[in-house]
């Protein structure tokens, strides 16, 4: 929600204030001519910078910002107004009277988007939202991600304290788990992200695109010196299976469903080992919704499943009970225990 209120903004306002910024007079008749304003147009909105661009801001070095802003309240595609107002699109300098021509066409386009009390900065509003579905993807992804690589260091941290030598990106403290709290986090600077661990017993941890957590360490007796290193290797081999099994030893891979929100809360986190990577599959993520405590135990009866899904679902978690954004570790410690001990198996501790 911040991100969303962030991004649509005011666009109104913000035209206005970066218009008003450059102070233009809006009682010189010429100035008004060269801006196709008459006097008796100018009321406390124009004054304002509201309504109209004022030919000294379109013709200020500094107006680039107002001059995008009112361009985009016309309604127009880049490929548009680079086609109609060039002038104004042009980052070097241009003649006063092509300015005075398009700011001139320009105020009479947003009059007439006006007609019939249409607000134009709908417009703006609208190109935004566009924007914002995929990167409000995008972040969920990345708070989840973050949230993943919480778990993890939290967990090998409770293990076996100190273990972590070295990391690429910055981890969150322990006082920021909640999903607004690692988003703010993540704005703080492009290094927040964490991308790789290097464990003090030789393994590394890798959070990559595909698969999401990679943990391994090198073979030939080799010995990653920085978590850098492991992450240069690993990006090295990522996309061929054969030439990973050849310079990595993978102790686990795996899949981590990263949602945040109380919709989605059954998305996974999921991690196999070397030889089971089946367990990856998306539809057994979805299926393990399906298993209750007596499906998995047996019930009074005591008749368990005995088949490999059994094993594959036992490495699948739901992904607050290890984040423990919402408590879900303290609501939940037997999903916490288990995942510590995987950890443990996987990163050797």
Known sequence: MTY???VLGTPTEEAA???????????????????????????????????????????????QRARELFLGLTGLSDKQQRTLFPALRSRSRVDRERLSTEVTRLNAWLDEVRVDGFDPAAFVTYQRSIGIHGQTTNW??????????????DAIEELQPNSISDAVGLLPPPSIRKPIELYNWLRGGADRTVRALLLRNGRAIVFAGSKDVNIFEPLGGRVFSTAQEALTEYNAVATNQRARSQRLHEH?????????????????????SRETQTELRTDRFL???????DILAGGTQRRTLNNRDL??????FNLHHCWGWDGGRDRHPNHWSFFKASVAEWCGL
């Open 4 to 6: 969303i209120r962030e």
């Open 17 to 63: 204030q970066a218009e008003e910024a450059l102070d233009p007079d809006w009682d010189d008749d010429t100035k008004l001519l060269e801006s196709g304003l008459a006097l008796g147009a100018i009321d406390e909105d124009a004054r304002s910078g509201r309504r109209y661009l004022h030919i000294d801001v379109a013709a200020s070095p500094a107006g």
């Open 140 to 153: 969920f992804g990345r708070i989840g991600a973050a949230g993943a690589a919480c778990a993890f260091a």
């Open 252 to 272: 686990s891979v795996g899949e981590v469903k990263t949602a945040t929100d109380p919709a989605n809360l059954h998305e996974r986190m999921g991690l196999a």
């Open 287 to 293: 299926f393990m919704a399906l298993l209750s405590a």
């Open 311 to 316: 094993t594959r679902f036992s490495h699948v």
